[in-house]
């Protein structure tokens, strides 16, 4: 007996087609026999028209779409719940094929739209102040599972056709992460998908070295932010892990030579933590610290959690050590806590790590 295999089910053609670049889609449709551009148009029909069935591709031939309903699917998490804060902030919680679950964060006007992303199911590198870190690394996102994100919010805000900011700040380490993030980031500056321009689109990093000078050769160059939180390694190796392989003065050795746009600089987060690292030294220290670098920096007053030791410093101490950093030449900003109160602010993004809820249950 002979099975007939059908042209293009080979074990390399893409089953997801979230999963796919353009060329990936166009190389798909070369294998199936077709022209390039039917590839093409596929992808504008998943990111540009946000269409995730082949049945309401119309501009696709009725046997091509029959076809393709064999051979591969346009998977998308499901939204397991979405939460409003009073500020008009909205976190979705996502579920993914596997059940496991991920949080994605919609930003309003702040002045631009943002929308705020995970990388990963959780994260390795474990910082102090971070409710993600405690869950430790379940698992790394595909690109297809970090593009999408940006796919729901965008529907889901009514903002697709709109200009938006991406921050890929949400759970996990996008540079520990480094393939697929970069995947989703071509997938979603291309031309003949939601278009969004590399600017509009910071990467927010720890300070993994390698991956860094990697990513100073890409082509799609996001903005850079680094979660410095510290001025020395000792207090940075006790809040930020990663410190005690990759030290401060070898990240701001990187830092110096990042090749930056036009008028670009890099952001430096700083998590202000009472009585830790907001002294006025601190802020002394983190002006020299920057001195020669085209930098901002970011203060983020530590949301404050369950289970996480530290407090927030109160407003006058941020102030001063605003007042220090700006007195010093630096460009500082405060960031407002957004989402407080659902839990959707930075470094509060935390789901269980459990079975996904919606298994069955088990049979009696
Ligand atoms: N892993 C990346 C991406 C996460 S971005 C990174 O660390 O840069 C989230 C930002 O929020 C980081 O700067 C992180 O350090 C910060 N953050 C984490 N926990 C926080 C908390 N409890 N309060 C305020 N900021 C926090």
Same mark, same amino acid.
């Given at each position: 007996?002979? +099975? ?41 029909? +998943? ?19 029959? !076809? ?24 979705? $919680? @996502? ?11 919609? #930003? ?8 705020? &992303? ?15 870190? /405690? ?10 599972? +970090?593009?999408?994100?940006? =796919? ?6 009514? $903002? ?5 900011? #991406? ?7 996008? *540079? ?6 970069? %995947? ?14 590399? =600017? ?5 990093? &720890? ?5 860094? /000078? ?13 979660? *410095? ?15 005690? %392989? ?15 746009? !036009?008028?670009?600089? #890099? ?17 002394? !220290? ?9 930098? /901002?920096?970011?203060? $983020? ?16 101490? &941020?102030?001063?050590?605003? %007042? #220090? @950093? ?39």
């Amino acid at each position: 007996m002979t +099975i007939a295999v059908e042209q293009g089910s080979g074990d390399d053609f893409p089953q997801d087609f979230s999963e796919c670049e353009r060329t990936d889609l166009e190389a798909a449709a070369t294998r199936l026999g077709l022209p390039a551009f039917r590839g093409r148009q596929l992808f504008q029909w +998943i990111h540009q028209k946000d269409v995730s069935t082949f049945s309401a591709m119309t501009d696709l031939p009725a046997d091509l779409r029959a !076809r393709l309903e064999t051979l591969a699917t346009i998977s998308e998490p499901a939204i397991d719940s979405r939460q409003v804060s009073s500020d008009g902030t909205t976190k979705f $919680l @996502l579920r993914l094929a596997d059940g496991r679950r991920i949080e994605a964060v919609y #930003i309003p006007d702040t002045p631009n739209q943002t929308f705020c &992303v995970s990388t990963q199911v959780g994260c390795a590198m474990a910082c102090g102040f971070c409710l993600t870190g /405690k869950m430790g690394l379940v698992r790394h996102l595909t690109a297809g599972e +970090i593009a999408v994100q940006v =796919r729901v919010l965008a529907r889901e805000t009514g $903002l697709r056709t709109s200009a938006f900011n #991406i921050v890929l700040m949400g759970m996990g380490e996008p *540079l520990h992460n480094y393939d697929a993030t970069m %995947k989703a980031l071509r997938m979603l500056a291309d031309d003949h998908g939601l278009a969004v321009p590399p =600017r509009r689109v910071t990467l927010s990093t &720890v300070g993994l070295i390698p991956a860094l /000078k990697r990513l100073a050769g890409e082509a799609v160059m996001p903005n850079l932010a680094i979660s *410095l939180h510290a001025t020395t390694n000792d207090q940075r190796d006790a809040l930020v892990p990663l410190n005690r %392989k990759y030290p401060i003065e070898q990240l701001m050795d990187v830092c110096r030579e990042f090749p930056l746009r !036009r008028r670009g600089r #890099i952001t430096f987060e700083y998590v202000l933590l009472d009585g830790i690292n907001d002294t006025a030294e601190d802020a002394r !220290r983190l002006v020299r610290l920057l001195e020669g670098i085209p930098g /901002k920096v970011n203060l $983020l007053p530590l949301n404050e959690a369950e289970g996480i030791p530290f407090r927030r410093p109160s407003d006058d101490r &941020v102030n001063a050590f605003a %007042k #220090i @950093l700006a007195d010093g030449g630096v460009t500082v900003s405060v960031r407002k806590s957004r989402g407080r109160d659902i839990r959707a602010a930075c470094g509060q993004l935390l789901v269980t790590a459990s079975p996904p809820a919606a298994l069955p249950p088990p049979r009696p």
